[in-house]
């Protein structure tokens, strides 16, 4: 291959840096690899090697800089600007294996900067966000904060932040109370869903609602009333907390359910003590006229929202 003019430059260069940083941009990837393992490797062959297009390549180099950080926390000394800047394009890599390296061998690191460490904690990739998440020292109360309250936490994240050792009884708590939030959500859902499919099916009967009442099933509940008074799952949910015995009264005439089934949800899904609930009149009828229930019919709506104020 004839040497262009920069090509011919570097020839008569006798400056090794230069002719490394050359080699580091060649084609050959076993020449790539050697100037990477070579000790007097030019720091801006790192930021090259980040986004080599050999994987196994990008892999070493990731292991490399995160054993250097390592060497600066074990010397007490401050991590340089360009060692961060490089592990950050690392740890962003579009290839699963690189950022697990990465995180892997700075799991144990007690100087990664907030900026790398927060991108590891949040990686999609539980091997990836695991390792950090776990034993990471430099993940801070505030770092671990951040990421319990995030509004996309996963269950996994939460998980794996319960392992460690060092959270404060109240970040504890807040934990707990997301890791609940988050069940309740799934199983919210599913409930959803399996009224969905009952609708479809022709099985989503007063009779399945009153079974499913009396059992205490408050999620499949929920989906239930949302599909059939075609009202929104959160605003059913939020009827059903006020604990108001009109309120449920008229979800349930909206959802064209019987009063044997309303009373059923007061008292086993609302947790409304069996004599303050509205129970069927003796004929099993509700205990108001279809006058008065379509009229506190808005009453649903206005609970919400006061509710919300």
């Known amino acids: 291959m004839p040497l262009d003019d920069a090509s011919f430059a570097d020839a008569h260069n006798k400056d090794p840096q230069a002719i490394l940083l050359r080699l580091a941009q060649g084609e050959d990837p076993w020449i790539r690899k050697t100037v990477l393992l070579n000790p007097a490797v030019p720091i801006a062959a790192y930021a090259l090697f980040a986004q080599d297009p050999e994987v196994s ?41 690189v950022r697990v390296g990465l995180a892997m061998t700075l799991r144990l690191c007690g100087a990664v900067p907030r900026g790398l460490r927060l991108l590891m904690a949040k990686d999609p990739n539980p091997q990836v966000s695991g390792p950090i998440l776990r034993f990471c020292p430099s993940l801070t109360e505030v770092d671990c904060e951040e990421i319990i309250m995030a509004p996309t936490v996963t269950e996994t994240t939460l998980q794996a932040l319960s392992e460690r050792g060092d959270l404060s009884p109240a970040l504890t708590q807040r934990l707990h109370d997301q890791q609940g939030r988050i069940r309740d959500l799934r199983c919210l859902q599913q409930g959803v869903k399996q009224a969905l499919d009952h609708k479809k099916s022709g099985t989503l009967t007063d009779a399945t609602v009153y079974e499913a009442a009396k059992a205490k099933d408050r999620f499949y509940i929920i989906g239930a009333l949302s599909v059939l008074s075609r009202k929104p799952h959160d605003q059913v949910q939020r009827v059903l907390e006020t604990q108001s015995p009109m309120g449920i009264l008229s979800l349930c005439w909206i959802s064209d359910l019987s009063a044997r089934t309303a009373y059923q949800i007061q008292v086993h899904i609302a947790g409304i003590l069996p004599r303050k609930a509205l129970a069927p009149t003796q004929g099993g009828g509700y205990p108001f006229t279809d006058r008065q229930m379509a009229w506190n019919a808005d009453f649903v709506d206005t609970l919400v929202v006061s509710g919300n104020r």
Do not use: F, G, H
């Open 57 to 97: 390549l990008r892999e070493e180099n990731a292991i490399i800089l995160a054993k250097k950080m390592i060497s600066y926390s074990d010397a007490q000394e401050q991590v340089p600007e360009w060692l961060v800047s490089v592990l950050m394009t690392c740890a962003r890599d579009v290839v699963d294996s």
